[in-house]
């Protein structure tokens, strides 16, 4: 069984950092692109950083440029989220995503389709 566990979540202070992780089973996913998405309450699910499967890709949401690294260690088949200075507007569940099918493409496109963790929760506060 696949399995997407997101860990790494947290109650910090505006300014603060954090590592999220993602730790993939069931299957390697060497070959396909990975990502972030996060979801605020009341809201939808948005894109956050995406990774292309060997890393060469990364694309980031333009509220996170320049505060947060997506990268991965496909011998550890582990994708991670760097969040430095956060902010209040940052709160909300994180997702894992990976691909069901190995793309090799260099821009995110993920969908109900492809695998999802469970997220975790990170929560900014002023």
């Known amino acids: 069984q696949v399995q997407l566990v997101e860990s790494g979540g947290g109650l910090v202070q505006a300014g603060d950092s954090l590592r999220l992780s993602c730790a993939a089973s069931g299957r390697t996913f060497s070959r396909q692109a990975m990502g972030w998405f996060r979801q605020a309450p009341g809201k939808e699910r948005d894109f956050v950083a995406f990774?292309?499967?060997?890393?060469?890709?990364?694309n980031y949401a333009d509220s996170v440029k320049g505060r947060f690294t997506i990268s991965r260690d496909n011998a550890k088949n582990t994708v991670y989220l760097q969040m430095n200075s956060l902010k209040p507007e940052d709160t909300g569940v994180y997702y894992c995503?990976?691909?069901?099918?190995?793309?090799?493409?260099?821009?995110?496109?993920?969908?109900?389709?492809?695998?999802w963790g469970q997220g975790t929760q990170v929560t900014v506060s002023s």
């Open positions: 990774i292309s499967w060997n890393g060469g890709s990364t």
């Open positions: 995503t990976a691909e069901r099918f190995p793309s090799y493409r260099n821009y995110p496109q993920f969908g109900a389709n492809d695998y």
